[in-house]
């Protein structure tokens, strides 16, 4: 017996620019589940780099057309077959998987390739898991043996990867260089990079200046440590210029080539400081298999860093999946953060018939997950949490301030998807420079309110029920 | 009690241009032999572009000034101390030291920096053993396991180190793909070093055009193999071609950068194809130490093979070290072939006495091993061996023929040192050309000739005495 749910899907039936090639559909969704095969609600899923190369045909391994966009999300299941591992509700985002179908509502997925998330974390954690953070975890423990007082160079510190080798390098007590592009507002992201974990922020044009004697002066001669690791996600001359910050031996991992120049090195480099170049994609790394043992460990330590807030996604903007145009253009354009596609409830979205398949399930009840500010559900934690942590060190009456800027957040989110509004961010970035300037708190305390903030957070989720409703 | 040698020395007292801080000197050179010490007469030392960067000032290691230049040699043990492990007439060449004080007639150096060569083996060939086929036998044999069939990439095929990798890999069963730059006589370098044992040889230009075809037609689908190693001597794009060609989880090992651009990699080669990048700094890996056991084995493999004649130098200008101006100058122009200095007795070249220390040895005596045609000793033998080899393949009457050509030979080099003549060149090209075209011998067939005659030309030396008059 088949059943099917409606659903929208974004579809590429032919490789070429996202922009033109992919278009919004929907569909009824007919499926019948095997065993192993989970039907699964997809909350939210980001756009890649990868995803757009994969669009646009242009990634090492090609999709069979017509083929559905996106390879990272979050979801909950909703339908197991009778012998499933897991279970209605279960928190999940695939894994293991070139073509997981995730930019639309409605999946069918094996659980062999599917992650169960521990349910103190975020979805929008979730739908960030299995690329960048798997990428920086395996940089900086996969290659070369690192230990607490190492350093590490990277450009393109800013990048999805970028932060999230800054926040495990900061968990691990690796100490981190971190090279940037120069912009407008660059004390604003130094301050910002440095409250996630960098150790030293640097712009191009600032290390190129100064970063030899840096290294010289500050990581030898006072550290006594030397540079053991480099990430290059840049390309051309950047390469060239962090791998010269490597220590005789050294490793430099490349993860991308953002400037679509291709990766320098010098003679010297090579020949007299011996450094050693390899590259990473941690995708066709997963499906050659063989590694569990490694993956197992690296899920752990990743979920036990997310539930303490010590790893968390890069900044945001969120988009309905019927703006996926804006979307993909602003993907694209490298000026933007990450963007994020949040499936709201299909019946939303122009479905005159909800779907049918569940009458176990209450159909006409809002899907509780979505960020709209009806709920206080688990959804959408990550950016009030932040902003209670700093809150907190300025504030006289810290219940009151935070009340107070819940409902503010409350009456914006309603109804709307976009970045959190304006003053939001502002005020983020003012109580972190209040924090780290004028009142002097280390690293060291905010480090510890934060931890037992998202403890406490992660207490109160806990004792939730979780509702699916389909 | 000190004694002393008179011997010119090509000297520099500033780093700089060779061509203009390089100085001939003549002295009294004093010295005492420690225990552990011997003093040297040096035959023959190469012109290594290493050489000219140490002159420079542009190498990783600097050497205190004032210093003598050079760096491979072979010479002559002619005073040892009381406890010495060689003994005098002992042919060495230096080894892990960065400065044996070659360019010049006698030096004193320690037994442990000096490496006793097999009796059977040229002074020209030991004299550059420690650079180039040291550096071919390190890439292919400590960086990635190779058997027989499997296939290596390299530019700058041409090259000293481009030469041994040809001779080694074809000693070891290993096809090679070699890139050299297009030049008026390619045809005649292409048969040449397919002589020495190249599978292929392309033109950078060639390569570029039909590369990926050849690699995909030829090495993987005609042979079922895949290129496993690429060398790279030259940098820039040639590197990115080169490194293209490896197959995935292939490793590319860069000893030079001949172009002085930057080594390039595209991101593909270096995400997708997970390919390695190495470098290698002969000199530096041994004057780290710790490695006695793969030098030991490395200097027995590669002396068996010049004894049986599959490991031979490169073409090789000949200079006087008083004409020290051009050998630098044909160094560094690029268009030239290895430059060598012969160190002929201290007595041809303006000194008024002998010299004196050594009253057991007759002074007057001249040199027997200078290549001038009175003697039929051990020190010229390379040429005449190749010559014989192609000879008997096309001669009716090989015994006479061979005798004329080593009167041809004899008259020509007597009193002069400089290229072997041009019709001997070009003898040795026709007969190649023959034999592998008109005749249609195989690779196979050549090489057992040039082996039986190698041995039986090594058995003939043998017998003889070794005559060291200094």
């Known amino acids: 017996m088949f059943e099917y749910v409606e659903r929208r899907v974004l579809r590429f039936h032919k490789n070429g620019d996202p922009r033109e090639v992919l278009q919004m559909e929907k569909e009824k969704f007919q499926f019948k589940l095997e065993e192993g095969q989970v039907l699964i609600r997809w909350l939210c899923s980001p756009i890649n780099p990868l ?62 390739q599917l992650v169960k998330v521990d349910s103190r974390i975020d979805p929008l954690m979730a739908s960030t898991f299995s690329v960048n953070p ?99 996600g840049v390309g051309g001359r950047s390469c060239l210029a962090i791998a010269g910050a490597l220590a005789r031996g050294g490793t430099l991992i490349t993860y991308g080539g953002m400037s679509k120049k291709a990766h320098e090195f010098s003679t010297a480099q090579l020949v007299f400081n011996d450094i050693r170049v390899r590259g990473i994609a941690n995708g066709m790394w997963l ?84 960020p709209n500010g009806s709920s206080t559900s688990a959804f959408y934690p990550y950016q009030p949490i932040e902003v209670e942590v700093y809150a907190q060190t300025v504030d006289a009456e810290p219940q009151k301030r935070r009340s107070k800027r819940r409902s503010a957040n409350r009456g914006k989110y309603n109804g709307q998807i976009g970045r959190p509004p304006k003053y939001l961010t502002n005020l983020i970035t003012v109580d972190v420079e209040t924090q780290m300037n004028r009142h002097k708190h280390t690293d060291d305390v905010l480090r510890k309110r934060r931890q037992k903030l998202a403890l406490e957070t992660c207490r109160r989720k806990k004792d939730q029920d979780i509702q699916v409703i389909v």
Chains 1, 2 share one sequence.
């Open 51 to 112: 995803d757009i190369n994969i669009v646009q045909g242009v990634y090492a391994i090609q999709r069979e057309l017509p083929a559905i966009g996106g390879s990272e999300a979050a979801g909950r299941v909703v339908k197991t077959h009778a012998n499933s591992t897991l279970k209605q509700g279960d928190l999940v985002f695939p894994f293991i998987s070139m073509s997981p179908n995730c930019w639309t509502d409605y999946s069918v997925a094996n659980e062999d």
């Open 134 to 232: 798997c990428t920086a975890w395996q940089m900086l423990r996969n290659f070369v043996e690192m230990n607490a007082g190492d350093w590490i160079i990277q450009n393109s510190a800013n990048s999805g990867v970028g932060r999230s080798v800054i926040q495990l390098a900061k968990a691990w007590g690796i100490h981190s260089i971190n090279i940037v592009r120069d912009r407008a507002n660059i004390e604003k992201l130094k301050i910002e990079l440095k409250h996630i974990g960098a150790t030293h922020v640097f712009t191009e044009e600032e290390f190129a200046k100064n970063g030899r004697t840096f290294v010289r002066e500050i990581v030898q001669n006072t550290h006594g440590g030397t540079v053991k690791l480099a990430f290059n």
């Open 287 to 370: 499906m050659e298999g063989g590694h569990e043992e490694i993956v197992e460990r690296m899920l752990k330590d990743l979920q036990e860093l997310a539930v303490l807030g010590k790893l968390t996604p890069p900044p945001l903007d969120y988009h309905k999946i019927e703006d996926f145009k804006i979307a993909i253009e602003n993907s694209m354009d490298g000026k933007h953060g990450k963007q994020m596609f949040i499936f709201e409830k299909a019946t939303d979205s122009g479905f005159t018939s909800s779907p049918t398949s569940f009458s176990s399930l209450s159909p006409n009840s809002s899907f509780s997950e979505f």
